[in-house]
């Protein structure tokens, strides 16, 4: 069976702090997506990496692949209170280009 | 512009009654999907087109069934809706398929089924 573990599910943090969120994977992946999704809101595309070793960096959120592990990182540098939010990673085995196996998501509270 | 809608936003309804879900995307691409995230925030991929044709039919009930009269369009019609259909249903849509792409998410449509 296909599966995609975020871990951890829910984390409460202090503004300024460094966290990191992971997401393993059971298949044969080099496509990983993350996404964020706000309270009542759609999901938003953040990064997608495409290859081993990839690393993709935007303003506090640093996200990077490891294929052979089946393992990407979601690291956020100095939170603060607007990156609360929920993030999910999405997989896409090999030998599909349609269908996306999702984490079951990280909720994340930044507190002031 | 918005670049995926869906319509309704919200949708309130009874149980056995029947309802469709519509969207479109602007953005020109050739597939398009349907989702479903329950009160769990799961979320679960139900039907995928490519340029109107079906490419991933995931384990859905029968009650639910997609059509795609374009490719820039993917409605949804529900059957007979039962309890366990409250939800909350985003289409998404891509270039083609997911090579390297990623997916653009509609704000959703929030179905209670009473």
């Known amino acids: 069976e296909l599966k995609v573990e975020q871990n951890p599910l829910f984390l409460s943090m202090q503004e300024g702090k460094n966290y990191t969120i992971y997401c393993n994977y059971s298949?044969?992946?080099?496509?990983l997506y993350w996404y964020r999704q706000d309270p009542g809101k759609s999901l938003e595309s953040l990064f997608v990496?495409?290859?081993n070793g990839a690393v993709k960096q935007e303003g506090r959120l640093m996200a990077s692949l490891d294929t052979k592990a089946r393992l990407s990182t979601l690291h956020i540098t100095a939170a603060v209170h607007d990156l609360s939010a929920t993030y999910f990673c999405?997989?896409?085995?090999?030998?599909?280009?349609?269908?996306?196996?999702w984490g079951a998501g990280t909720k994340l509270i930044i507190k002031p | 512009d918005t670049a995926v809608s869906q319509t309704p936003k919200y949708l309130v309804t009874q149980m056995g009654n029947d309802k469709s879900i519509k969207c479109e995307q602007n953005?020109?691409?050739?597939?398009m999907y349907w989702y479903k995230q329950d009160s769990k925030k799961f979320l679960k991929i139900m039907f995928s087109?490519?340029?109107?044709?079906?490419?991933i039919n995931e384990t859905v009930p029968n009650r639910f069934s997609p059509k795609s009269p374009d490719k820039a369009h993917l409605n949804l019609h529900i059957n007979s809706l039962e309890l366990g259909d409250s939800a909350v249903y985003f289409c998404a849509s891509s270039p083609f398929g997911l090579r390297g792409e990623t997916q653009y998410f509609g704000p959703g449509t929030r179905l209670l089924v009473l």
């Open positions: 298949t044969t992946s080099d496509r």
């Open positions: 087109y490519n340029n109107k044709e079906l490419i």
């Open positions: 999405a997989v896409n085995p090999e030998g599909s280009n349609y269908q996306l196996i």
């Open positions: 990496l495409l290859s």
């Open positions: 953005l020109g691409h050739d597939t």
